[in-house]
């Protein structure tokens, strides 16, 4: 069946219509930008699948378009001619094609859908004769940024038709008036709805609701134009955490769980159990919270072609998500009611992506690939959403895919802080200017320091003057020769103009020898001392030395500098920031190991964080230094 501008056939009611919740209505007037337009004619259509759709002819002046609503979501679409279609058979969900959107520019288009579907009845004006029955084959597309296209295909051997538009909101549409007909709810009331197999009562929260499973018998039940006809009993009862006909309220307002799912994903051979619970507003449509080893998401659906591929990863609304899992996933048990026809042991393909607190799932089951947003929910947050309505939660276990790092806030500002002050020594040290002010050589005789006019054998020692800046420190240094002897050295810097001094003390050991073959050392031949700046002036330096033998001289050199780098005082703030940061640094390490270690990725999987990077390599240094002092060691025992 192909859609044509053939003219206005007035059909009539072809056949009953199935009741649904819908805030459109026959001859009802809309706006879409400045032109408007009003709905004639109206056409119900089964999916392949089993879900039914509502398709709106809306009529303009001097066009017409189709309004098609689906699950809560709204697209106008307008046939377009000359686009050069490919045969159905050439696509497949993911495929990508060049279609032109509204306004005639070229996009990419990404196929959510390759499907068919039937009419099953109709109402008003239609722009062709509608055949109660006849099917048609189609092609969803999207490009992720609001446009929509499909391609009607129609039976075997007819040419293929394009339909392009946009998906809207009801508030984009300004519908008002249209005729009035009998509610949903009068129609179910009317109806009865009863389980075949116990009489116990069915209620239902939607229209679109295709299977149901009755909580009295646990029987799977099929629901078709109001309905019920059983399909068999499940072979085992479902046991949800959290009873069906709850409210709960989210971000998108209040909702009501309808319908709950067991399923299992096989990883490496082995299925493991996770739980979907349906979500229903009017005016929001369908979201599914799910559960899984405890911790809780709320999932929302996105559009086709909004995610973006790059390396095996996934980009959506510029965030990129990391490849995490991919799995066969299977359903076990149903409860409730669902908006497709589900079977007990029905499979599928996912993948998901995360970047924490989001995680993008794709699930793909035969012609129909689908895309989803969940976000990570506390325990505490579900439970305050459903207020005082009991639940049957447990803790969580392990770490979950998209569960937010707890250490994540604070480790990524410290390893920046850490890695700034780092850098801010490393800047300083270079650009430390560490000026020469005076340097002489002096000879520490055995004996006291003893006064003396005569610098020979006193010990003592008097610098001629030199001059020394204001704002700097002062570097006082020693070097020595010592051999199993130590030496000691009180040195002042008095002010020759004020008199004031300032004093600083050294102690220099050095020892060494042979033991059993094996030589050793052990002490320094140096020293220095760092004090203050001082004022600006000239300086005589005076020293006072002793050195532990009773026979030899000691020679010495001695040096005075200023603006020398305080890499103590950097090594002590590094330390002082390094102790919270390895503290942090380990959990969180620790943390996304525990999370990348249950992904099809494996740790190596992990995004790299500055955190995990400098992480990373403080444990490759710290195994390399191990590495080098074995080789030493092994080098000396040679």
């Known amino acids: 069946m192909q859609r044509t501008d053939r003219g206005v056939d007035s059909l009539g009611k072809v056949a009953d219509l199935v009741p649904m919740d819908s805030p459109l209505r026959l001859f009802a007037d ?52 000359g686009a050069k279609l490919p045969p159905i058979g050439s696509l497949s969900p993911g495929a990508q094609l060049q279609l032109p959107n509204m306004l005639g520019v070229t996009k990419t ?4 859908e390759v499907g068919s579907a039937t009419y099953v009845a109709a109402t008003g004006e239609l722009p062709f004769r509608l055949v109660p029955e006849g099917s048609y084959r189609f092609v ?28 809207l909101s009801l508030a984009d549409l300004h519908i008002t008036g249209g005729e009035v007909g009998p509610s949903r709810e009068a129609q179910v009331r009317s109806s009865r ?52 006909g709850a409210k709960g309220r989210f971000l998108e307002g209040e909702m009501t769980v309808i319908g709950y799912i067991g399923r299992s994903a096989q990883i490496e051979g082995d299925w493991y159990p996770f739980e979907e619970y349906l979500l229903y507003a009017p005016n929001v449509g369908f979201r599914w919270l799910v559960e899984s080893d405890g911790h809780w998401s ?20 510029g965030v990129k998500l990391r490849l995490f899992q991919s799995a066969q996933l299977r359903v076990d048990n149903v409860l409730g009611e669902v908006y ?15 970047a924490p607190p989001a995680m993008l799932s794709r699930e793909t089951s035969g012609g129909e690939e689908t895309w989803s947003l969940s976000t990570y929910l506390k325990v505490d947050e579900v439970e305050r959403a459903f207020g005082k309505t009991p639940l049957q939660v447990r803790a969580p276990i392990g770490v979950a895919p998209n569960q937010v790092n707890p250490a994540g806030n604070a480790a990524t500002p410290l390893t920046l802080s850490f890695l700034a002050l780092l850098l801010l020594g490393i800047v300083f040290a270079v650009m430390a200017p560490a000026t020469q002010k005076y340097q002489t050589e002096v000879t520490i005789h055995p004996g006291q320091p003893v006064a003396s006019e005569s610098s020979d054998g006193s010990n003592v020692f008097f610098s001629d003057p030199f001059k020394l800046e204001a ?140 955190l995990t990077i400098l992480v990373g390599g ?17 080098s000396s025992d040679d």
């Open 618 to 634: 403080i444990v490759m240094l710290l195994g390399g230094i191990v590495v080098i002092l074995k080789a030493f060691g092994s």
């Open 140 to 167: 969803d597309l999207a490009d992720g940024e609001g446009n929509f296209a499909t391609i009607d295909y129609g039976e075997p051997g007819d040419e293929p038709a394009l339909y392009i538009g946009q998906q």
């Open 298 to 317: 709320y999932v929302q659906p996105v559009a086709t072609g909004a995610v973006k591929f790059e390396g095996g990863d996934a980009t959506y609304e």
């Open 193 to 244: 709805l009863a389980c075949p197999n116990c009489n116990a009562p069915i209620e239902l929260h939607t229209s679109e609701t295709q299977r149901a499973v009755c909580a009295h018998c646990n029987t799977l039940l099929d629901i078709n134009a109001g309905s019920l006809q059983v399909l068999g009993k499940l072979a085992t009862k479902a046991q949800p955490r959290i009873p069906l």
């Open 471 to 610: 704002g700097k420190n002062v570097e006082l240094a020693f070097r020595t020769n010592l051999a199993n002897n130590w030496a000691y050295v009180v040195a002042s810097l008095v002010n020759t103009n004020t008199g004031d001094v300032v004093t600083a003390d050294a102690s220099m050991e050095y020892y060494s020898g042979v033991e059993d073959g094996e030589s050793w050392s052990e002490g320094n031949q140096s020293a220095s001392k760092v004090v203050s700046p001082v004022p600006a002036g000239d300086y005589a330096l005076r020293l006072e030395m002793q050195h532990g033998a009773t026979t030899g001289d000691v020679p010495m050199t001695v040096r005075v500098r200023q603006g020398v780098f305080r890499g103590r005082y950097l090594a002590i703030a590094l330390g002082a920031l390094g102790i919270p940061f390895l503290i942090i640094g380990i959990y969180s390490y620790s943390f996304e190991r525990k999370r990348w270690t249950n992904s099809s990725q494996g740790p190596s999987g992990a995004p790299k964080t500055p």
């Open 340 to 354: 497709w026809k589900v079977q007990a042991g029905e499979m599928s393909r996912g993948d998901d992506f995360v």
């Open 30 to 81: 809309g706006q879409l930008g400045s032109q408007t337009f009003i709905l004639v004619g109206m056409a119900q259509l089964r999916h392949s699948a089993g879900g039914l759709t509502q398709e709106w002819y809306a009529k303009f002046s001097g066009t017409w378009g189709w309004l098609a609503e689906a699950q809560g979501r709204y697209y106008m679409t307008f046939e377009a001619e």
């Open 109 to 112: 288009y990404t196929v959510g």
